[in-house]
């Protein structure tokens, strides 16, 4: 009985660590960028096909992939910013219209990467083995690729927090967040700081993508789930708020893995029962002002 | 935003709207059954398109939920089908996704517009994922077969729906509940203080619109013979209303109808030619309409109207 309550809080906590880090890219397009990007997901499907394709094909070490797909990703959403978004804002009259026309540019956005992905790799379900051995957590047995995927996912984290908090970018970054018109006056190259923002967004997509390929199977279709996730996520820990996020995706996986052990058809069901709770009682989140 | 008050230009569209009425009616005399199928699926993709306008327009809130409104009806014929007359399984099936709106709206319409975005496309999920868990679990069947009618019913039925539709939505646009909505998408809280009962108002419009789409859900999927949660809450079908309004322009009322009829073609046509790419260069066309033509079809048609007309005083 209580290995068997570890193992589901383990479990819940590993899944957690993954959906946090997507969690803080989408959090940093929303929060900054007001992008409410729904082919976010999309780009963490781009990360693990290409680790699975590189892996399969040259016998690449995914870690080693995490350093090319990263910077890959970081470029395209820098430039989606620099191009799109950037004309949209440009000529949408309002803050709220010009979210709207970007939420559903993204849409578009997702039909057109993950077609090009289907017609690329195929649509059919893809995995390798890496690290695969068992690891003993409590008592509870774990393969040891997921530690390593949770131990990455807070490294990550922690170190975008501390870039955040400490250097120059970083508070340009939270004068953006806060008031993108005053944070121009002030001196910040604005389309610069929300480009940059996009392609953080992207960067943290990517590497989820890799780490999540390590220890579960990956498909051309699979961004969307995690899209959905993902803005759970947001919603529940707070818009624009790192640690909410890491709560968040903690919180997100706990209740995936409990639901998953009672009821695995109705997961995603749950999920948007909680983020459709939270809407209606706390629309701020669980960290937001 | 200017309510043209009805003059002869006025008269004229009318006029012409009742001339393609008349053709189309006659069409299952002259028309070959593949013509009459593609109508059928043009005045679908219109109908969804109208009343997805009808309350998303005018308010500005972006609703994704049309594919949960439709789905709502298909699921209503196929359970129904079997035991009731069609007239009534189409009025049940409109009624409940009436209900449905009436029910979503009152909860979510507060939300923020783009928080009542994902709410409303949460909205399909939820209602597919609820299914198909229900049928996997105790009925252990996934889909259903829906009784079949034939093409000519289908197409007049549908002829029916969207001539009532467009009805309602031309008569709410004129009275003084059109211009409430328009004043709510302005301004919310000034259109409140002037003493528009804001949330009853968009509470009801949203249902209207989801009663429209649930009446097509219900007849068209006589069409679709076998269905399962998956084809009946296939969340495209949120998506092809916004994207043929904005496609042809949401400033007059004719736009989105026109982005509607372009669309369902240009669909149609690359199902036929590009099997494999259909749902890529569907995107590609989404990104662009958007970031290109902000006032679609009708707005690009304006923008060079104008510039004629000032190259010819510049001749004279």
């Known amino acids: ?77 820098y430039v989606l910013h620099r191009t799109l978004i950037k004309r949209l804002r440009s000529f949408s009259p309002s803050a709220a219209v010009f979210e709207g026309n970007s939420m559903l540019a993204s849409f578009g956005l997702l039909f057109i990467i993950q077609n090009i992905a289907s017609i690329i790799w195929g649509t059919e379900i893809k995995a390798y083995t890496f690290m695969a051995y068992p690891v003993s957590v409590l008592g509870a047995l774990f393969a040891a690729n997921r530690l390593v995927t949770l131990a990455f996912a807070v490294v990550i984290g922690v170190v975008f927090y501390i870039f955040l908090v400490r250097t120059r970018l970083g508070k340009a970054i939270r004068a953006a967040a806060q008031d993108p018109t005053t944070a121009g006056l002030m001196g910040v190259n604005i389309n610069q700081v929300l480009a940059l923002c996009f392609g953080f967004g992207a960067l943290m997509a990517g590497l989820a993508g890799v780490l999540v390929s390590m220890s579960y199977p990956v498909h051309t279709t699979m961004g969307f789930e995690y899209t959905i996730i993902t803005i759970v996520v947001v919603v529940l820990g707070g818009l624009g708020s790192i640690p909410g996020s890491f709560i968040g995706g903690f919180i997100l996986g706990l209740i995936g893995s409990i639901v998953t052990k009672i009821e695995p058809g109705l997961s995603l069901a749950a999920y948007y029962l909680i983020f459709m709770l939270l809407l209606w009682i706390k629309p701020t989140g669980l960290m937001g002002k | 935003m200017n309510v043209r008050a009805t003059t002869s230009k006025g008269l004229y569209s009318w006029g012409f709207a009742i001339l393609v009425f008349i053709v189309l009616a006659f069409l299952p005399l002259y028309g070959s059954v593949y013509t009459m199928i593609l109508m059928t699926a043009v005045i679908m993709y219109v109908a969804l398109t109208v009343s997805w306008v009808m309350f998303s327009g005018p308010t500005g809130n972006i609703s994704l939920a049309p594919a949960a409104f439709l789905g709502v009806g298909i699921y209503t014929a196929a359970v129904l089908g079997k035991t009731l007359p069609m007239p009534v399984v189409i009025v049940i099936g409109a009624l409940a996704s009436f209900f449905l709106a009436l029910l979503v709206g009152a909860l979510t319409l507060r939300l923020r517009g783009i928080y009542f975005s994902i709410f409303t496309f949460g909205l399909v999920v939820l209602i597919q994922q609820l299914i198909l868990w229900y049928e996997v679990r105790f009925t252990h069947t996934r889909g259903r077969f829906v009784v079949v009618l034939d093409n000519t019913t289908i197409f007049y039925v549908m002829l029916a729906i969207l001539a009532a539709l467009l009805v309602a939505a031309y008569l709410i646009r004129q009275s003084k509940y059109g211009s409430a909505l328009r004043s709510i998408g302005e301004d919310e809280e000034a259109s409140a203080h002037a003493g528009v009962n804001v949330t009853v108002l968009k509470t009801i419009m949203f249902g209207v619109s989801a009663l429209f789409m649930g009446a097509t859900g219900a007849i068209m999927a006589t069409k679709w013979t076998y269905i399962d949660p998956y084809i009946a809450f ?27 009829v372009v669309f369902a073609y240009l669909e149609e046509l690359l199902i036929t030619q590009f099997p494999y790419y259909y749902m890529l260069i569907f995107g590609v066309i989404m990104v662009v309409a958007i970031a290109y033509m902000p006032d679609g079809l009708v707005g690009l048609a304006q923008k060079w109207r104008k510039r004629a007309r000032a190259e010819n005083h510049a001749n004279t």
Do not use: K
């Not at chain 1, 209580?2 to 989408?26: E, K």
């Not at chain 1, 976010?40 to 992939?65: D, Q």
């Open chain 2, 234 to 260: 296939n969340p495209l079908f949120s998506f092809m209303p916004v994207l043929m309004a904005i496609f042809g322009g949401m400033g007059t009322f004719y736009g989105p109808i026109l982005g509607a």
């Open chain 1, 1 to 77: 009985m209580i290995v068997q309550i570890i193992d589901v809080v383990v479990a819940g906590l590993l899944l957690g660590g993954i959906y946090a880090l997507i969690s803080v890219g989408l959090s940093l397009q929303y929060g900054v960028a007001r992008v409410l990007n729904v082919a976010h997901g999309e780009f963490m499907m781009l990360g693990a096909l290409s680790t699975w394709a590189l892996n399969r094909a040259y016998g690449l070490n995914p870690l080693i992939c995490m350093a090319a797909c990263g910077p890959i990703a970081f470029v395209i959403g």
